[in-house]
């Protein structure tokens, strides 16, 4: 099931991850995160921003 989380690494959409004690999967990445590593939609609008305004540089 998808979430409105996405990767630290990748900026994917994640879905719930079955691993017991982890709460999110990235299938891109192939790797599990706690909910404190995860970027919420606010935070990747922010990256997103700034990756944009870098790149103008």
């Known amino acids: 099931m998808k979430t409105r989380r996405f ?3 990748c900026g994917r959409m994640l879905l719930k991850s079955r691993i017991k004690g982890y709460v999110f999967q990235c299938m891109n990445c192939d ?4 909910r404190f ?3 919420t939609r606010k935070q990747k ?3 997103d921003l700034k990756t944009k ?3 103008k540089r």
């Open 45 to 47: 609008r922010m990256m």
């Open 7 to 9: 990767c630290p690494k």
């Open 31 to 34: 790797e599990d995160f706690y």
């Open 53 to 55: 305004s870098d790149g």
């Open 37 to 39: 590593e995860v970027l």
